[in-house]
């Protein structure tokens, strides 16, 4: 069994918050893997299902962000889940906005719903850093996380979350570098060859882009063309 725990405030007032990207990750989970409907528990939203062969649990603290630790010592404790099994998802100020990356263990960073579950279970679990991009100076960080996402995030948010819900069987089965490309597949997809530059053709002065017009065919018959290559 495994659980997954997005971090995020509780209620309307803060649902689009940069915040609250952890909640939303969850919520994508849920939605595109048919898990069970949300309901309270464990101080918090709690709901279940499948991802491939493996039962998860996911969790939503209501606590708000800085007594997150009390809601998932919670349901760690009532089901028995150590914590090699058990995946945080929560917003990065120092990953780039729409960036993703995964770590296992370490410290808190400052980040208080972190530092509340280290208060209660240790610092040796999993975490989904989602980046949100920083302000560029700290005293602008408090305003900057409980802002909305602005439509100029709307892009790289849906890609990122696309990916999530995409990826979260891989990350259930413990295979974190599939998880890691699916997610990437969505936020940086290959270019496609249509869009790369056409080469210069032979024909093609310097100076000159070239263009199907310039891409002329040889109007020699074979013998002259046999006969040119030995001059």
């Given amino acids: 069994m495994k659980l997954f725990v997005?971090?995020?405030?509780?209620?309307?007032?803060?649902?689009?918050?940069?915040?609250?990207?952890?909640?939303?990750?969850?919520?994508?989970?849920?939605?595109?893997?048919?898990?069970?409907?949300?309901?309270?528990?464990?101080?918090?939203?709690?709901?279940?299902g499948k991802l491939g062969d493996s039962k998860v649990l996911l969790l939503k603290p209501t606590t708000f962000m800085n007594l997150s630790g009390q809601?998932?010592?919670?349901?760690?404790?009532?089901?028995?889940?150590?914590?090699?099994?058990?995946?945080?998802?929560?917003?990065?100020?120092d990953l780039a906005p729409g960036k993703m990356r995964l770590k296992q263990g370490g410290g808190h960073a400052g980040h208080n719903g972190l530092r509340s579950i280290h208060a209660h279970l240790g610092a040796d679990y999993a975490r989904v850093r989602l980046g949100i991009g920083h302000p560029g100076h700290k005293d602008a960080v408090a305003g900057f996380v409980l802002r909305d996402f602005t439509k100029v995030d709307q892009d790289w948010l849906a890609a990122?979350?696309?990916?999530?819900?995409?990826?979260?069987?891989?990350?259930?089965?413990g295979d974190r570098s599939k998880f890691m490309n699916a997610v990437a597949l969505q936020t940086a997809p290959p270019r496609s060859s249509k869009s790369l530059k056409p080469k210069l053709s032979p024909q093609a002065k310097?100076?000159?882009?070239?263009?199907?017009?310039?891409?002329t065919e040889d109007e020699r018959n074979p013998m002259r063309r046999l006969l040119d290559r030995f001059k």
């Fill in 6 to 48: 997005g971090l995020g405030n509780p209620g309307a007032k803060y649902a689009q918050n940069r915040h609250n990207i952890g909640f939303m990750a969850l919520d994508r989970i849920a939605e595109d893997h048919g898990f069970s409907p949300w309901r309270n528990k464990f101080q918090g939203q709690f709901c279940e």
């Fill in 71 to 93: 809601s998932v010592g919670e349901a760690t404790r009532f089901h028995k889940i150590h914590l090699d099994q058990f995946t945080v998802f929560h917003d990065e100020l």
């Fill in 160 to 173: 990122l979350l696309n990916g999530i819900g995409i990826g979260a069987v891989h990350l259930a089965a």
């Fill in 206 to 215: 310097p100076g000159f882009a070239s263009s199907p017009a310039l891409d």
